[in-house]
């Protein structure tokens, strides 16, 4: 076995193929949600809508139940507070986006410390993911 002597090793969230497969397929999100109330990527879409929309509470509240969900399978898959999340990783994209929605989120209604927190966890993940996202 090959260790990372840099640092840890990535962390990869499990996939959730139905919960992924009804998106995919144009099911409301927030169906979605509430059917698989663990899969940070229907947040992060009911994040992403509701920001896009100017409702910035409501995108709040989704990005921080969709980030929480996601650090939630992150600790259960061995991440221990640091190291790679990578973007590459599809699984890790929900997680990843609804981080950036609650980054922009606290921004724009005064959040100054948790906007700056957000938006270096996001990039200490995965430089890709603050560039995908809009953070970089």
């Not at 699984?91 to 986006?97: K, V, Y």
């Amino acid at each position: 076995m090959t260790h990372n002597l840099l640092g840890p090793e990535p962390t990869l969230l499990p996939e959730h193929t139905v919960a992924q497969a009804a998106l995919d397929a144009g099911v409301d999100p927030a169906g979605v949600a509430a059917e698989h109330p663990y899969f940070s990527a229907a947040w992060a879409q009911l994040a992403e809508t509701a920001f896009e929309a100017g409702e910035t509470v409501a995108a709040y509240a989704y990005a921080r139940t969709g980030y929480h969900r996601g650090l939630d399978q992150l600790r259960r898959a061995g991440w221990k507070g640091f190291g790679p999340v990578p973007w590459s990783h599809r699984p890790n994209q929900g997680f990843l986006r609804a981080l950036a929605v609650l980054a922009k989120a606290a921004g724009k209604i005064g959040e100054t410390e948790e906007y700056d927190r957000c938006r270096t966890f996001i990039t200490d993940s995965d430089p890709a993911a603050a560039e995908a996202t809009g953070l970089a």
